[in-house]
């Protein structure tokens, strides 16, 4: 049975109880504003009514729907006043123990119909509901910052709330314009919890020397479409945040192999690099604007090219189409494709590989590694190209493998696009983008099958909680379930690392060629 909501209380008037105030006023519900913080709450309205009426002169609301909002928002000064509240959403600092100490207090207030809602990001719904004398009608209620603009909502039942708690808070989530996913009460719930992939594997490919944190943070932003590269996101969120929410839901998770952290964010930490809001974390800042960094690579990689000659290239793919791909490339800059059983002594040796390092694919392919470069197909030509010397690869094929991709499709759109479209990385087991890329994959994939969300809401809530360009399950699907499977099971066999073992739902779903996001009948 779903409730009517007509008031909403909320507890906590920071940005983020602002933030849930806004939208419920914009819905047109009474919203009651309350903080222990003598003046904060006063405080809390009067800087959200200055930042509406901005927006109303530049003309996103009328004057009319402003004064509607401002009409919706009364603040209170005792706790007891929230009283005639249908729900009560704490907004409050991340303790456990304080929040426990609320909700006890708010029960001596609130209705006995009233539902009591948490905005936690990382602590157990169930726990703060354990002393509760109706755990029943807790549940939790995870916005995201700012609330207004980012269209989710975490719904996260404790295991005694009652299942009308959670219908009566996914209507309102939807009454005030936000999809409301629904979420066990787990480490991270659903949007922490996929988003463990995405740094921590770029910390450890950092870690490895693979390549520069400018130069992966560019790969997965130009090449594989994320909005931010994992180091900009790391120094914007603060190491402060990042690395304890890292370290938590690893021992949340009793040391999960998956959620390992990098000790070079708890250096950056006891360092105080920070990121952004200090001026310094993995770049630097001056009143917050990230200053550039021009890498020495930049300038060798020219003079790397400067006399390169690019005599034939002999290609080797582990997909089809991917070698349709590289050819029709090559056509197009005219060059000469060997295409003999074995590659001639001056051919340049091109693969395409997944899951692997260029020194064990050209024994696979038994060629010469000496003359191998190796480049990354998970992303688009189009976009940014990511190559890979072996470690005894000669260097005039290597300054023809970057000649060849470093400055475009062809010469008349040489200067449509970026000089520097290619980066060379060290040898990895996969290259940077098909390691996080299928991290993140498999991460999603194993949410689904510890059923913490439905494939739909984990893919819902990680696009839209995260900005990823892809939610996990549609964009395993994108690329192909087999090829996502083939990366973790080459990586996985070459370094015995467990946090690369392919999720069983990956596994099942990519050997029957079937949607990743195929669910089975539960009898």
Not at 200 to 225: C, N, P, W, Y
Not at 267 to 289: A, N, P
Not at 385 to 401: C, G, W
């Amino acid at each position: 049975m779903i409730m009517t909501v007509n008031t909403l209380a909320i507890v906590g008037t920071g940005i983020m109880g602002m933030g849930i105030a806004q939208i419920a006023a914009q819905a047109g519900i009474q919203v009651l504003l309350y903080d222990a913080k003598a003046g904060a709450a006063e405080q809390g309205r009067q800087s959200l009514q200055a930042m509406l009426e901005k927006l109303t002169a530049k003309g996103k609301f009328s004057d009319d729907e402003l004064q509607s909002m401002l009409s919706n928002l009364t603040v209170i000064q005792e706790l007891n006043q929230i009283a005639t509240a249908e729900i009560v959403v704490e907004a409050i600092i991340e303790n456990l123990d304080i929040k426990k100490q609320l909700f006890a207090q708010l029960e001596d207030v609130v209705t006995a119909d009233t539902i009591l809602a948490t905005n936690t990001s990382s602590l157990s719904v169930t726990a703060i509901a354990a002393d509760c004398d109706h755990p029943e009608r807790v549940a939790g209620f995870h916005f995201f910052n700012p609330v207004p603009l980012m269209k989710i909502v975490e719904i996260i039942p404790g295991i005694s709330t009652q299942s009308s708690v959670v219908d009566t808070l996914i209507d309102l989530a939807k009454r005030m314009g936000h999809l409301g996913v629904v979420a066990k009460d787990t480490p991270g719930f659903i949007v922490n919890h996929g988003g463990r992939a995405y740094g921590t594997e770029a910390l450890k490919i950092l870690g490895e020397g693979v390549a520069s944190f400018e130069q992966i943070d560019r790969i997965l932003r130009d090449g594989a479409g994320f909005r931010m590269g994992p180091f900009e996101l790391l120094d914007l969120t603060g190491i402060d945040v990042s690395h304890p929410v890292m370290e938590s839901i690893y021992n949340q998770f009793y040391h999960e192999a998956r959620y390992r952290p990098h000790p070079l964010t708890r250096q950056m930490l006891v360092g105080k690099k920070l990121g952004r809001k200090v001026g310094e974390g993995f770049y630097h800042y001056k009143d917050g604007q990230k200053l550039s960094t021009a890498t020495a690579q930049n300038q060798s990689s020219e003079a790397l090219i400067s006399d390169a000659v690019i005599t034939s290239v002999w290609i080797g793919t582990d997909l089809a189409e991917d070698k349709t791909q590289l050819i029709d490339y090559l056509n197009t800059c005219d060059i000469t494709i060997d295409d003999n059983d074995k590659p001639s002594p001056d051919s340049l040796v091109l693969l395409a590989i997944y899951g692997e390092d260029t020194t064990n694919a050209a024994i696979r392919y038994q060629v010469d590694p000496k003359q191998a470069v190796a480049i990354d197909m998970l992303t688009e030509l189009t976009k940014h190209r990511t190559l890979m010397p072996s470690i005894v690869t000669q260097e005039q094929f290597v300054a023809q493998a970057y000649k060849l991709f470093g400055n475009g499709l062809d010469s008349s759109e040489a200067d449509a696009q970026d000089a520097g479209s290619a980066t060379l990385i060290t040898e990895s087991t996969g290259f940077v983008a098909q390691r996080v890329v299928a991290m993140v994959i498999n991460l999603g994939c194993d949410i689904a099958m510890q059923d913490i969300a439905s494939p739909e809401d984990i893919d819902n809530a990680v696009k839209l909680g995260l900005g990823y360009p892809y939610g996990p399950i549609s964009w395993g699907d994108k690329l192909g379930a087999p090829r996502v499977l083939l990366i973790l099971e080459r990586i996985y066999r070459l370094t015995g690392d467990p946090r690369y073992r392919p999720s069983p739902w990956l596994q099942r779903r990519a050997k029957l060629d079937v949607s990743l996001f195929t669910q089975q009948t539960k009898y």
